[in-house]
């Protein structure tokens, strides 16, 4: 083990993750600004045989490396070329990049969300993200896609509160979305 791993736990991460909350609220720009050099300390460290098996909600192998009823820190597969379509949470998410490239987009919407069904997005944010990098998705502008560019694509997700129930998944080309449960249905 390196020392990296031996000094910075994930329950280390997890405490800067409520402490940062406790100053921040749902703030995304200036949590990202906080958590940064705390995950950065974890990504540095070796996650191959760490965590519990979760059942992700678009993906196929998540493991959790902490959860306490609301927030969580989660180790997730993405897999390579399979296009995660427009979603919210409801809730913050940050993902940082442990191995591979991920193409991230982040949007907002434009409208007033007044009628159900109608979304118009706007894109804040299109970049491929590398290993080391992060990016983070909060409320109102908690609504990302994106796409695996690698077969190893994993992630460090933090997930500041409990997913919203039902979910708004978006189809830009005909500003509307549906509300679906992922647990329930099968979403791509
Ligand atoms: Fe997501």
Same mark, same amino acid.
């Given at each position: 083990?390196? +020392?990296?791993?031996? %000094? ?16 921040? $609220? !749902?703030?995304? /720009? ?6 940064? *050099? /705390?995950? %950065?300390?974890?990504?540095? !460290? ?5 965590? @519990? ?7 196929? +192998? %998540? ?15 993405? /897999?390579?070329?399979?296009?995660? #379509? /427009?979603? *919210?949470? $409801? ?21 007033? $969300? ?5 979304? +118009?997005? $706007?894109?804040? *944010? ?10 983070? @998705?909060? #409320? #109102? ?9 690698? *077969?190893?694509?994993? !992630?460090?997700? @933090? ?12 189809? #830009? ?16």
């Amino acid at each position: 083990m390196s +020392e990296t791993q031996d %000094s910075y736990t994930i329950r280390d991460l997890a405490e800067e993750v409520r402490r940062q909350m406790s100053i921040h $609220g !749902s703030d995304g /720009p200036k949590l990202l600004d906080g958590l940064r *050099d /705390p995950i %950065s300390r974890i990504l540095a !460290s070796d996650l191959s045989n760490v965590g @519990v098996k979760r059942e992700g909600n678009h993906i196929d +192998e %998540s493991r959790y490396l902490y959860y306490d009823g609301e927030m969580s820190i989660t180790f997730d597969h993405l /897999p390579k070329d399979k296009d995660i #379509p /427009p979603h *919210d949470h $409801g809730t913050w998410e940050t993902l940082a990049i442990y191995s591979g490239q991920l193409r991230h987009t982040v949007y907002d919407r434009k409208d007033d $969300g007044g009628t159900e069904g109608y979304a +118009e997005l $706007g894109v804040i *944010d299109d970049r491929v993200l590398d290993c080391k990098d992060m990016a983070i @998705v909060a #409320p #109102p502008a908690d609504i990302h896609s994106f796409t695996a560019l690698t *077969d190893d694509t994993w !992630s460090v997700t @933090v997930v500041g509160g409990r997913y919203g129930v039902d979910r708004a998944y978006y189809q #830009p080309d005909t500003n509307s979305y549906v509300r679906l449960n992922p647990k329930r249905q099968k979403i791509v």
